[in-house]
């Protein structure tokens, strides 16, 4: 890893590829907060708003950075998404198509074309570290958001869980806020690693962030966010503390969790909220955990499935028999490419974490990615469409294309700080 660690400071201070990054990262949800905070309803055309200026300003920032030089993970993964860009339109001409079909389809393709982009100015860059302070005013303003959003007492709660026309609906908040927690043991972890002491101030602002996220996501009624959030303080925990001294973390886990259930009550009791949210997160813990559309869904997969076992009835064809995904990135996977997709599928995971093990102290730019996709991944095992997430795609084809033996040796590019 020479090149990386002497280099580790490279992209430190802030870049316009640092907002990029982020700007597709938090795609979804700084639209949505936008729309909420405007008042104004998700209409078709915001999110492709968001995707062509991506694209144009990460070309614009490849002016004076292209080389010719690609790593060869960088093109075998071209080579997967020329694949599933192929079965895609198979799908289309085979089985006919539908609204969410094309929706999906220039989701995919969209994202693509960003993520190539963004990792080639990664790459070529040379790019290790993202602008932390950055990091911190965008979690700070969708934590925030978030919270008033789940709290505001409107007409907005259907049932007791939050729907809103700008998208900004209980399972999205509490993914949102789960994700922040991330962002939370991201910021953490990086004054440890930079071998600075954290503040006072610092360390109540994170603290409070993280209770605001915590009830947030139990309150909304968005269980998969939940999940997320335990994910996240194990991983947490692990980085901190390695395996064999998780036991040093516990009590303050513990703690965490006796104050949110004896107080939780009176929160809602003082604010006049309904519980159906609470109600709802906590079947998690009480062995209640169903939910008897998604399992309806999961059934269908699996019986498209066992249709075509092998490779599946290609990508997009859940989407074209049902008109929507089955909420599962697995039984998704399944149906749609088999038994070899998801084989394939797991290869792929196999070394994403090979590399991220590897490059984890290489700069604070892989070690967000890492957390951001625990979150998309995660996302996807309860809802959303898995080849359409950047979450999982970004993070991945950036580690797998840095993490290459001969991205370590490569000359380190001149940046602005060393041509001055």
């Known amino acids: 890893m020479t090149a990386l660690q002497e280099e580790n400071a490279r992209g430190s201070g802030f870049s316009l590829l640092d907002a990029l990054l982020l700007l597709f990262l938090f795609e979804a949800a700084i639209l949505h907060l936008f729309l909420f905070l405007t008042g104004n309803a998700i209409a078709s055309g915001n999110h492709a708003a968001i995707y062509i200026a991506v694209a144009a300003l990460a070309v614009l920032s490849l002016i004076g950075w292209a080389q010719r030089y690609v790593a060869k993970e960088l093109l075998l993964l071209v080579l997967l998404f020329a694949v599933v860009g192929v079965s895609y339109l198979i799908t289309g001409v085979r089985l006919g198509t539908n609204a969410i079909y094309y929706s999906e389809l220039k989701a995919f393709l969209a994202m693509i074309v960003c993520v190539l982009l963004i990792t080639l100015n990664v790459f070529w860059r040379g790019k290790t570290e993202i602008h932390v302070p950055l990091v911190l005013a965008l979690d700070v303003v969708i934590t925030a958001v978030c919270f008033l959003a789940v709290f505001r007492i409107d007409e907005r709660q259907t049932g007791g869980l939050i729907r809103d026309v700008s998208g900004l609906l209980y399972q999205n908040i509490a993914y949102y806020s789960a994700t922040c927690f991330g962002l939370n043991v991201f910021l953490h972890r990086e004054s440890e690693l930079k071998g600075r002491r954290m503040g006072v101030g610092m360390k109540l602002l994170?603290?409070?962030?993280?209770?605001?996220?915590?009830?947030?996501?139990?309150?909304?009624?968005?269980?998969?966010?939940?999940?997320?959030?335990?994910?996240?303080?194990?991983?947490?925990?692990?980085?901190?503390?390695?395996?064999?001294?998780?036991?040093?973390?516990?009590?303050?886990?513990?703690?965490?969790?006796?104050?949110?259930?004896?107080?939780?009550?009176?929160?809602?009791?003082?604010?006049?909220?309904?519980?159906?949210?609470?109600?709802?997160?906590?079947?998690?813990?009480?062995?209640?955990?169903?939910?008897?559309?998604?399992?309806?869904?999961?059934?269908?997969?699996l019986s498209y499935f066992w249709q075509?076992?092998?490779?599946?009835?290609?990508?997009?064809?859940?989407?074209?028999?049902?008109?929507?995904?089955?909420?599962?990135?697995?039984?998704?996977?399944?149906?749609?490419?088999?038994?070899?997709?998801?084989?394939?599928?797991?290869?792929?995971?196999?070394?994403?974490?090979?590399?991220?093990?590897?490059?984890?102290?290489?700069?604070?730019?892989?070690?967000?990615?890492?957390?951001?996709?625990?979150?998309?991944?995660?996302?996807?095992?309860?809802?959303?469409?898995?080849?359409?997430?950047?979450?999982?795609?970004?993070?991945?084809v950036i580690l797998l294309s840095c993490g290459s033996d001969a991205y370590d040796t490569q000359p380190a590019p001149a940046t602005m700080e060393s041509k001055g």
């Not at 335990?230 to 001294?245: E, K, S």
């Not at 009590?251 to 309904?274: D, E, G, K, N, T």
């Not at 998801?342 to 590399?355: A, K, N, T, Y």
């Open 308 to 396: 075509r076992p092998v490779f599946g009835n290609g990508v997009g064809a859940f989407l074209v028999y049902r008109g929507i995904y089955s909420h599962n990135a697995v039984t998704d996977i399944l149906s749609e490419a088999g038994i070899f997709g998801l084989v394939v599928m797991l290869f792929v995971l196999v070394q994403f974490f090979r590399c991220a093990k590897r490059l984890y102290y290489c700069g604070s730019l892989f070690r967000l990615l890492i957390i951001v996709f625990i979150c998309g991944f995660t996302m996807n095992l309860f809802s959303g469409y898995i080849w359409v997430n950047q979450q999982v795609w970004l993070p991945l």
């Open 206 to 301: 994170l603290l409070a962030m993280s209770l605001l996220q915590i009830a947030t996501c139990f309150f909304s009624g968005g269980r998969g966010g939940v999940v997320l959030v335990l994910l996240l303080i194990l991983y947490g925990l692990v980085t901190r503390y390695g395996f064999r001294q998780l036991h040093r973390g516990a009590a303050a886990i513990i703690i965490l969790a006796l104050l949110a259930f004896v107080f939780a009550p009176q929160i809602l009791s003082r604010m006049h909220l309904s519980s159906n949210g609470l109600a709802r997160t906590l079947t998690i813990f009480e062995g209640g955990y169903s939910d008897s559309g998604r399992a309806q869904m999961y059934r269908k997969a």
